[in-house]
């Protein structure tokens, strides 16, 4: 994710391990999936979006399962509809309203970016380290994304297949999304922002373990 200058204003960030859903999560430290809120860079009373936040599991040692849910005005909220599962990567996609996860193996180094869109198209990245290296993650299965939206909900699901070299490993994970409104202003969500800008790839955003 590439993106300007912004003020920077902190939400407070939660986590809050869900125990009343029947789904496990063998692989964390959490019995059940854990739900943790994204929050802003820059607050903006204006938003369309009123809440955000995103779902993780581990169903498997290398399988990801991630839910993010907004809640808001999205009628106000640039998303491009469905056009079902591609083969192949699309470079860009974080132009425009986009999920992301970065996935590193917890130690300071390289890394994983995964890029998922309402519309279907997806992206994924390997770095040798900060902003580094960067080439395509090939010999995985594409993403599977789903995309379910009412009149003040959406929610796209991505169940993510990882490199064999990260199953059973302990991760550590960034959880971000891109928001554009629809005249074309953008919003950066994260569970933790680090520096002085938007940046999701800075090793301390990577906030949440499994």
Known sequence: MRSPWHHNAQVPVYINNIRTREASNPLSALPGPASVALSPYAVDPASAIRHFEVRVTRPASACLVLEYELLGDLDRVSVREPIGHPDHPTDGLWRHTCMEVFVSPGVPGAYLEFNFAPSGQWAAYRFSGYRAGMAPLTGLRPPRIELRRQSDRL????????????????????????????????????????????????????????
């Open 155 to 210: 929610l796209l699901s991505a169940d993510v297949e990882l490199p064999a070299d990260l199953a059973g490993a302990h991760l550590r994970l960034g959880l971000a999304a891109v928001v554009e409104d629809t005249i074309g202003r953008i919003d950066y969500w994260a569970l933790r922002h680090a520096g002085e800008r938007p940046d999701f790839h800075h090793p301390d955003s990577f906030g949440f373990e499994i």
